[in-house]
C-alpha cells in the first residue's frame, strides 16, 4: 500500500512476484520482461515480443495471435503458454511512422499476452499509479534474480516518458529489463514500464556522456494506448496490496463519500488513519501527510475488522445527527463486504477472553444462551450441541457476527440489535455477578459504536433476565423410599411417598410398603402424588428416589406411570427430574455429613471431576477428592459396571452429592454418550439437561445411554421415617 503497510514488508517483493520473463523461441535467452496486468493477461513491449520471435525489435509488423513461452521466475521456474491478444505497434515519437533505427525514443511498443492457464498462486495483479518526477523505483532484469535489482530516479517526466537516472553503483537497466515493471515502493504500485536505455556514443568515454540513463512509458500513456486497443484492465483501486484481494470496488467508491464528510479534515483523517493501522498491525507514514480517502475505503473493504475498528474511534467524537448517520451509512454498506465483520478488533478481542474464561467452566453455557435468545433461528452446528469447547468459541462468535439483527421493533429506525449482543444478553444473565456486569458494559459499548437505540438494548436485556429467572422457583417436590423384604419377588418393591411442604417439612402422601409393587404402579402413584400437589404444573417436579446401594443401577426413570387409557407412554424420566439418593453409604463414613454440606454449598464454583480410565483405581479417587478435588461437588463416572460402581459408592461415601453415570454403558469407550446430556453445564441445571436427554432417549433407539443421577440436596434433608433400615437390624431388606 501506498500510506499503510506491513511491518517489515519491502513492498518490492510483492512486485517481483508479478514479473514475468519473457522466453525466446527457442527458449534459451531471455527475451525480455513483463507483469501480470490482470487475472490471466500479461503486459510487456511490443520490441521484446519482436526479440522473442527473432525479427527486428522495433518491426511494427503485427504477428498475429502469436503464442510465447513465459514464466513467473520469483514464484514458479516451469514455463507457461500466452497467446498474444493486443499489439501497439512501436511508432515515432511524434508521428505514427516507424521507428528509424537509431532513435532513442519512440511511442507505442505494447503488447497483451494471455495465458492458457491460471497463473500460479498466490499471484495477483499490481496495483497501477502515475508516474511523476522524484520518485524512487525499481526495476528487475525479466530472469527474475533477487540480486537484479535496479534502482533509479525520475529525473524528468512529460506524462508520456519518465527519463530515469541510477547511481555509479549496484545494477544498471540494461538489456533484458525492457517490458518489465517500474515498480515505487513508497507507492506500493507500479508506475510504467521499462522501454530503453540512452546509451553513449562509441569512443572514449568523455566526463559530458550520460551515463546510466534510461527511460519507461509511463502508466498515464500505457493506460490510453490501452484503452484504444480494447485491452485496458479493470481498475485496482489505491491502497490495495500488490498480491492482496481487490475487494468490492463498488462498495469501495460508496465509501468514499460518507468518509469525505467524516475525514475531511487531513489532520483528523491522519490521526484515526494512525490509530486504525496500529489496530490492523500496519506501519503508516509519520510525515504529517494523511492516506487519501479512496485508500482508506480500499483498506476498509479488504481488511478484516477495519471498519468497526474505525468506527470504534469516529462514535465519541460525532456531535451531531448528520455524523451518526453517515457513520450509520458507512457500517451499512461494510455489511455488504466479507472483511468488516461486526466487531472491532479491541470488541473482538475482550469478547472472546471472557467467553473463553466462562466457556472453561461452563461447556453448555453458550450454546443454551443461543438457544434461548434466538429460538427461532436454525443455530450453527457448534452451538446446536450440548456442549462448547474452548477452542471453538472463535468460530461460534464470528458465525454469530453474520446473522442478522433480531425482528423486533426498534425506536426512530435505529438499527436493530444484532444477533450476537443479543446473545451475549443472554450469556450475561445467565452468569451473574460481576462477570454479568462486564458483559453488560461490554455490549452496551459495543451498541453504542452501532447507534442501537438504549431502549431496544433494555428491552433484550430484560427478555434476558426473564430467561435466566425461569428455573428459580421451587417446583413441587416428592421424595420415595424402595424398599424390599427378602422374600419379595426379584421385580416388586414397597414404597413410601412423601411430599414436601412449602415449609420444608414432609408430608406422607401414600405408602405402599404393606405389599410390593411393580415399578408401573409405583409410577402411576408418583405422578398421581405430583399431579396433586400444590403447585402442579407451574415448574417440573423434582421426584427424588431413595434406594439402597445395590439398587442404584434401578432404572426408576423408564418405569412408565401412563393409565392402560392414556395416548402415549409416560416414564418418570420424561415429566420429572427424577434423581437418586443414596444416604445409607454416606452415614457409613466419619466425615460424610460434613463432606455433603461443604461440597454442596461449593456445586457452583467447584469444578467437575470425571473419573474415567485415568484414574487407576479407588486410592487414586480418593486421594483426588482429598486433595485437588476437595470440594468438588459434580463427578461423572464413567467405565464398565463392576468398576463404575466401586467408583459411584467411595464418591458417595465422600460426601459427593451429584453423581451421573451412564448406567448402560459398558466400556471407557462408551463416555462420550453421556456429552449431549450436557454433564458440564451449570450444576442447578442438570437435572432439566438430564430430563431433555431421556425424552430424546426414550423416543430414538439410536441414542443408547441411560443417565442416571444421584442428587443428594443437602438444603433437602430426608424426613426421620424415610431413613432406611440396615438390612443386618432386622428381617426386613432395604433396597
Request: aromatic share 4%; glycine share 10%; hydrophobic share 40%.
Amino acid at each position: 500500500m501506498g500510506w499503510f503497510k506491513a511491518p517489515g514488508e519491502d513492498p518490492s517483493a510483492d512486485a517481483r512476484g508479478a514479473l514475468v520473463r519473457v522466453l525466446s523461441a527457442d527458449r534459451g535467452r531471455t527475451a525480455g520482461a513483463g507483469v501480470l496486468l490482470s487475472a490471466r493477461r500479461l503486459l510487456t513491449c511490443a520490441h521484446v515480443v519482436n526479440a522473442a520471435l527473432g525479427v527486428r525489435m522495433l518491426s511494427p509488423r503485427d504477428p498475429g495471435a502469436v503464442t510465447l513461452d513465459v514464466a513467473f521466475p520469483a514464484l514458479a521456474a516451469d514455463a507457461r503458454q500466452a497467446r498474444l491478444v493486443a499489439w501497439v505497434a512501436p511508432r515515432a515519437p511524434h508521428h505514427q511512422g516507424p521507428v528509424a533505427e537509431g532513435s532513442l525514443e519512440w511511442g507505442g511498443d505494447l503488447a497483451v499476452l494471455e495465458l492458457d492457464e491460471e497463473p500460479p498462486p498466490p499471484l495477483a495483479p499490481v496495483r497501477w499509479l502515475d508516474m511523476r518526477a522524484g520518485q524512487l523505483v525499481r526495476a528487475w532484469y525479466g530472469g527474475g534474480q533477487p540480486f537484479s535489482y535496479a534502482d533509479v530516479q525520475v529525473g524528468a517526466c512529460d506524462g508520456r516518458i519518465g527519463y530515469l537516472d541510477g547511481q555509479l553503483s549496484g545494477a544498471a537497466v540494461d538489456e533484458g529489463y525492457s517490458g518489465g515493471l517500474l515498480w515505487s515502493p513508497a507507492d506500493g504500485a507500479a508506475v510504467g514500464l521499462v522501454m530503453g536505455r540512452i546509451t553513449p556514443p562509441g569512443g572514449p568515454f568523455d566526463a559530458q556522456h550520460t551515463v546510466r540513463r534510461s527511460w519507461g512509458a509511463t502508466w498515464q500513456s500505457i493506460h490510453q494506448e490501452l484503452l484504444r486497443v480494447g485491452a485496458a484492465p479493470d481498475p485496482v483501486p489505491p491502497g490495495t496490496r500488490a498480491t492482496g484481494p481487490q475487494g468490492d470496488e463498488s462498495v469501495r467508491d460508496m465509501m468514499v463519500g460518507p468518509l469525505h464528510i467524516l475525514l475531511g479534515d487531513p489532520t483528523v483523517r491522519a490521526a484515526h488513519a494512525t490509530q486504525l493501522g496500529a489496530a490492523l498491525g500496519l506501519t503508516t507514514r509519520a510525515d504529517g501527510t494523511a492516506p487519501p480517502v479512496e485508500e482508506l475505503a480500499q483498506l476498509l473493504c479488504t481488511a478484516e475488522r477495519a471498519l468497526p475498528t474505525l468506527a470504534e474511534s469516529l462514535a465519541p467524537s460525532l456531535s451531531d445527527a448528520r455524523g451518526r448517520s453517515q457513520l450509520d451509512r458507512l457500517l451499512a454498506l461494510g455489511r455488504l463486504t466479507d472483511a468488516a465483520m461486526l466487531l472491532s478488533i479491541a470488541e473482538h478481542r475482550v469478547l472472546l477472553g471472557k467467553l473463553d474464561h466462562l466457556t472453561q467452566r461452563d461447556p453448555g453455557l453458550l450454546p443454551r444462551a443461543a438457544t434461548a435468545a434466538l429460538p427461532y433461528v436454525d443455530l450453527p452446528r457448534s452451538l446446536a450441541a450440548a456442549r462448547l469447547d474452548p477452542d471453538d468459541v472463535p468460530g461460534a462468535v464470528r458465525e454469530l457476527e453474520g446473522w442478522p439483527g433480531d425482528g423486533s421493533p426498534v425506536p426512530d429506525e435505529t438499527p436493530r440489535l444484532p444477533a450476537l449482543l443479543r446473545v451475549v444478553e443472554y450469556v450475561a444473565a445467565e452468569t451473574g455477578g460481576i462477570a454479568c456486569q462486564a458483559l453488560q458494559e461490554w455490549s452496551g459499548r459495543v451498541a453504542a459504536r452501532l447507534g442501537i437505540h438504549t431502549s431496544a438494548l433494555g428491552e433484550r436485556r430484560a427478555d434476558a433476565a426473564r430467561w435466566s429467572a425461569r428455573s428459580t422457583g421451587t417446583g413441587v417436590r416428592v421424595l420415595v423410599e424402595l424398599s424390599r423384604h427378602a422374600k419379595d419377588p426379584a421385580d416388586r418393591y414397597r414404597c413410601a411417598v412423601w411430599r414436601m411442604r412449602a415449609d420444608g417439612t414432609a408430608a406422607r402422601t401414600a405408602t405402599g410398603t404393606e405389599h410390593p409393587r411393580t415399578g408401573r404402579e409405583i409410577a402411576r402413584l408418583v405422578r398421581e402424588v405430583a399431579g396433586c400437589a400444590e403447585g402442579a404444573g407451574q415448574n417440573v417436579a423434582l421426584v427424588a428416589v431413595s434406594v439402597a446401594p445395590d439398587a442404584l443401577h434401578l432404572p426408576v426413570d423408564e418405569w412408565d406411570g401412563a393409565s392402560a387409557d392414556e395416548f402415549f407412554p409416560a416414564p418418570l424420566g420424561e415429566d420429572f427430574h427424577l434423581v437418586l439418593r443414596c444416604p445409607q453409604i454416606r452415614r457409613r463414613s466419619r466425615t460424610g455429613a460434613g463432606d455433603l454440606l461443604r461440597r454442596w454449598a461449593a456445586r457452583h464454583q467447584s469444578e467437575p471431576l470425571v473419573a474415567d480410565h485415568r484414574i487407576s483405581d479407588e486410592m487414586e479417587l480418593i486421594r483426588l477428592l482429598k486433595t485437588t478435588h476437595r470440594d468438588a461437588a459434580r463427578v461423572i463416572v464413567h467405565g464398565p459396571p463392576d468398576r463404575r460402581t466401586r467408583l459411584l459408592h467411595f464418591c458417595l461415601a465422600m460426601g459427593v452429592p451429584i453423581v451421573l453415570w451412564d448406567r448402560e454403558a459398558a466400556q471407557p469407550g462408551d463416555a462420550a454418550r453421556l456429552d449431549a446430556a450436557g454433564p458440564y453445564g451449570p450444576v442447578d441445571e442438570l437435572p432439566e439437561r438430564i430430563r431433555h436427554f431421556r425424552v430424546r432417549a426414550y423416543m430414538d433407539p439410536q441414542v443408547p445411554a441411560r443417565p442416571a443421577l444421584v442428587w443428594e440436596d443437602a438444603e433437602l434433608p430426608l424426613p426421620d421415617e424415610l431413613q432406611l433400615a440396615d438390612p443386618t437390624e432386622g428381617t426386613d431388606q432395604a433396597i
